[in-house]
T-cell receptor
Framework: AQTVTQSQPEMSVQEAETVTLSCTYDTSENNYYLFWYKQPPSRQMILVIRQEAYKQQNATENRFSVNFQKAAKSFSLKISDSQLGDTAMYFC?????????????FGKGITLSVRP | SQTIHQWPATLVQPVGSPLSLECTVEGTSNPNLYWYRQAAGRGLQLLFYSVGIGQISSEVPQNLSASRPQDRQFILSSKKLLLSDSGFYLCASTWEVSEQFFGPGTRLTVL
């Protein structure tokens, strides 16, 4: 079984600054994937970034990067140069394998507000 | 790339009425399909998943059911809605990749 924990319910950051969202997970699998999803007020779930557990290099997508600490089972998201459009709920998720029965497990999410 | 359609976008139904939410996927074949429910301000709860036509797995006992009559069509149903069925319903799809892609969702209010 997998668990994903996001302990911070909400955060706020000034526009153009950097913010880090925390996530820890637990799994007994060796082959798994980690994700960050963004859910803006429209409620559309948008994939922000993904990390394969077997890769040591941290994933990066433009202003978004992760700090993947496999031994500590930590997977934090760093948003650089925060923009007003980054205001959203962010969900950390994990998935063991790629079969249909390898389900995506979500954390409870964190609400990020970017202040102008 | 995949595109996921859901309708209706918004639905208000009385308690005890039936429900049918539809999800269709474009741009892929033989996808794995999922139904999630999200209560207000909370995370996602997986309700059903399907690996193929007519194949449905249920994650939680509940008042809802799912069907997959065609390869790229996934339907969420209920014979009699309860107040507790209110929420935001998301359809998701995966195909040969690890991440799931989500549809725009349906907001259901049961009165």
């Amino acid at each position: 079984a997998q668990t994903v924990t996001q302990s911070q319910p909400e955060m706020s950051v000034q526009e153009a600054e950097t913010v880090t969202l925390s996530c820890t997970y637990d799994t007994s699998e060796n082959n798994y994937y980690l994700f960050w999803y963004k859910q803006p007020p429209s409620r559309q779930m948008i994939l922000v970034i993904r990390q394969e557990a077997y890769k040591q290099q941290n994933a990066t997508e433009n202003r978004f990067s992760v700090n993947f600490q496999k031994a500590a089972k930590s997977f934090s998201l760093k948003i650089s140069d925060s923009q007003l459009g980054d205001t959203a709920m962010y969900f950390c998720a994990s998935r063991a394998g790629t079969g249909a029965n390898s389900k995506l497990t979500f954390g409870k999410g964190i609400t990020l507000s970017v202040r102008p | 790339s995949q595109t996921i359609h859901q309708w209706p976008a918004t639905l208000v139904q009385p308690v005890g009425s039936p429900l049918s939410l539809e999800c269709t996927v474009e741009g892929t074949s033989n996808p794995n399909l999922y139904w999630y429910r999200q209560a207000a301000g909370r995370g996602l709860q997986l309700l059903f998943y399907s690996v193929g036509i007519g194949q449905i797995s249920s994650e939680v006992p509940q008042n809802l059911s799912a069907s997959r009559p065609q390869d790229r069509q996934f339907i969420l149903s209920s014979k009699k809605l309860l107040l507790s069925d209110s929420g935001f319903y998301l359809c998701a799809s995966t195909w040969e990749v690890s991440e799931q892609f989500f549809g725009p969702g349906t907001r259901l209010t049961v009165l």
